[in-house]
Structures are given as C-alpha cells and as structure tokens.
Nanobody
Framework: HVQLVESGGGSVQAGGSLRLSCAASGDTIGRYCMGWFRQIPDKEREAVAAIDSDGNTNYADSVKGRFTIVRDYANSRIYLQMNNLKPEDTAMYYC???????????????WGPGTQVTVS
C-alpha cells in the first residue's frame, strides 16, 4: 500500500501563503484518490481538498478560491497551495489516499503523520 509523508507546514500571518507537499511511496498515486484533511484538537478530521484518479477536484466551501490541490505524477507527490490564509485555517494537515476502483474512491485508509499549519 502507499506510504505518505507531509511537509511544508509552518507559521504564517493572516493573508499569507503556504504550500504543503505530500510524498507518496510504495505504490503509484495514479491508483488512488488523494486528499488533504485537517484536524484541530477535540474536533473531527475534516476534508479540505481532494483529487480523484481522473483529475477531478473538490474543495470544502471554506477554502474554495483560496486553496488548490495538484497531483504531480512524475514526482509521486500531491500539493496543497494555500493562499490568503486565515486564523481559522490553523490545524494539523494530513494527506490521505483512497484506492480508486473504476472511477470510484473507496475509503481513505492511508494517512501521513501530518504537518502543522498555524495562522496568526
């Protein structure tokens, strides 16, 4: 199965930008739907952005127009470009992978350890 490792988190002022990176190994990312999720303490993990095996993307309403998910097949990575960051974007961000079968994304079962984003 695929292994995932996130990077690129950090502290930034409101209005700033960050680019998160998720490096995948152990399997080809073309077989997976890939997504970015975030979680704050005592809250459930929420989906932020996703890209399926056909390249279709979905975003949470709270980040539409500010975040962009990109899949880089050549380097087995996905990225989350985050612009115009707000304090409410502060969270631990996780990269996730779900097997894609005939265009359908199955359950997200593969996760990275996460990278912290703090917006002040």
């Amino acid at each position: 199965h695929v292994q995932l490792v996130e990077s690129g988190g950090g502290s930034v002022q409101a209005g700033g930008s960050l680019r998160l990176s998720c490096a995948a190994s152990g399997d080809t990312i073309g077989r997976y739907c890939m997504g970015w999720f975030r979680q704050i303490p005592d809250k459930e993990r929420e989906a932020v952005a996703a890209i399926d095996s056909d390249g279709n993307t979905n975003y949470a309403d709270s980040v539409k127009g500010r975040f962009t998910i990109v899949r880089d097949y050549a380097n087995s990575r996905i990225y989350l470009q985050m612009n115009n960051l707000k304090p409410e974007d502060t969270a631990m961000y996780y990269c996730g992978a779900a097997r894609a079968i005939s265009g359908t994304c199955l359950e997200y079962k593969n996760w990275g350890p996460g990278t912290q984003v703090t917006v002040s």
